[in-house]
């Protein structure tokens, strides 16, 4: 069984920067595939960007275009996204998850664990 705590969110204006931590415990860090998703208030949960195991496959949706890089560090056994030129529509609860599968793409179901996930809000 996998745990995975984000943090790293909070409140920014648009065109500032955070970066998104999500720890793992209690697995084998680097058996899993790692994805990024999020939900705004009164929306559906949308994929943002995933990393394969070794972090040499990186895949991102459409609305990132280079602004959210997503890394791994499997000695520390954290997934980051790096969150740059922030815009007031990328406000919304960020969730990490883990996936046993080689390369999962961006469905929900694909992943088979969750974190609690961390606010970001940004502000126009």
């Known amino acids: 069984q996998v745990q995975l705590v984000e943090s790293g969110g909070g409140s920014v204006q648009a065109g500032g920067s955070l970066r998104l931590s999500c720890k793992a415990s209690g697995g084998t860090f680097n058996s899993y595939a790692m994805g990024w998703f999020r939900q705004a208030p009164g929306k559906e949960r949308e994929f943002v960007a995933m990393i394969g195991r070794s972090g040499a496959v990186k895949r991102y949706a459409d609305f990132v275009k280079g602004r959210f890089p997503i890394l791994r560090d499997n000695a520390k056994n954290t997934v980051y996204l790096q969150m740059n030129v922030l815009k007031p529509e990328d406000t919304a609860l960020y969730y990490c998850?883990?996936?046993?599968?080689?390369?999962?793409?961006?469905?929900?179901?694909?992943?088979?664990?969750w974190g609690q996930g961390t606010q970001v809000t940004v502000s126009s």
């Open positions: 998850a883990a996936s046993i599968r080689e390369l999962p793409g961006d469905l929900g179901h694909e992943y088979d664990y």
